[in-house]
């Protein structure tokens, strides 16, 4: 596959993964704080850090199983996503005092620091490990990063413009049915390659 479709898919996956979770609700949270282009660019090194890891990760992976495992075993991690969109990721009071009392000088080293930290483990870190074992590192860190990037771009832009009006539910669902089907695909050629 293609190195731009590498990158599109990966950035579909990390933008789908990136609605309405935790992480994003920080983004909202520290636009609240901060100027927006400050926010995002915070936002976009802690995602280079976070999903050059992820894509490392993918990487020792990928040298480690064989490539039928690898594609049933993101298949099933796809679904594992869909369910984790559907039950949620909340910002909860402890998230909202740890980002509160990370101020560092700079506010954009207190957004990179705070956005890392909320990032390590999260759905979009483990979506983007996904997607690189299937695809060359390169365009799968770009992608994850532009998906994660504009997912985040999109939710400041929105909060700001409608507030608590998003349907939250809506875009959770239509998440999950994203992550189902694409999840199914995979797990189905993920057998059909083990059995055959």
């Given at each position: 596959?293609?190195?731009?479709?590498?990158?599109?898919?990966?950035?579909?996956?990390?933008?789908?993964?990136?609605?309405?979770?935790?992480?994003?609700?920080?983004?909202?949270?520290?636009?609240?704080?901060?100027?927006?282009?400050?926010?995002?660019?915070?936002?976009?090194?802690?995602?280079?850090?976070?999903?050059?890891?992820?894509?490392?990760?993918?990487?020792?992976?990928?040298?480690?199983?064989?490539?039928?495992?690898?594609?049933?075993?993101?298949?099933?991690?796809?679904?594992?996503?869909?369910?984790?969109?559907?039950?949620?990721?909340?910002?909860?009071?402890?998230?909202?005092a740890r980002a509160?009392?990370?101020?560092?000088?700079?506010?954009?080293?207190?957004?990179?620091?705070?956005?890392?930290?909320?990032?390590?483990?999260?759905?979009?870190?483990?979506?983007?490990?996904?997607?690189?074992?299937?695809?060359?590192?390169?365009?799968?860190?770009?992608?994850?990063?532009?998906?994660?990037?504009?997912?985040?771009?999109?939710?400041?832009?929105?909060?700001a413009v409608v507030?608590?009006?998003?349907?939250?539910?809506?875009?959770?669902?239509?998440?999950?049915?994203?992550?189902?089907?694409?999840?199914?695909?995979?797990?189905?050629?993920?057998?059909?390659?083990?059995?055959?």
């Amino acid at each position: 596959m293609g190195f731009l479709s590498a990158a599109a898919i990966s950035a579909l996956a990390v933008f789908v993964a990136e609605m309405g979770d935790k992480t994003q609700l920080v983004a909202m949270s520290l636009a609240t704080r901060y100027r927006a282009a400050t926010v995002l660019l915070g936002i976009t090194i802690a995602t280079v850090a976070v999903h050059g890891l992820s894509v490392f990760i993918a990487e020792v992976l990928g040298l480690a199983l064989p490539t039928d495992w690898l594609t049933l075993i993101a298949g099933a991690a796809f679904v594992v996503f869909g369910v984790w969109t559907l039950i949620g990721d909340e910002l909860t009071d402890k998230d909202e005092a740890r980002a509160a009392s990370r101020r560092i000088r700079s506010g954009l080293l207190t957004v990179a620091a705070v956005f890392f930290v909320a990032e390590l483990g999260d759905k979009t870190m483990l979506a983007t490990i996904t997607v690189g074992t299937q695809y060359d590192w390169l365009p799968v860190w770009i992608g994850s990063t532009a998906g994660m990037v504009v997912a985040d771009a999109l939710a400041i832009a929105l909060a700001a413009v409608v507030g608590k009006r998003l349907p939250e539910r809506a875009i959770k669902i239509g998440a999950a049915v994203l992550f189902f089907l694409a999840g199914g695909v995979m797990l189905f050629q993920g057998v059909l390659a083990v059995t055959s």
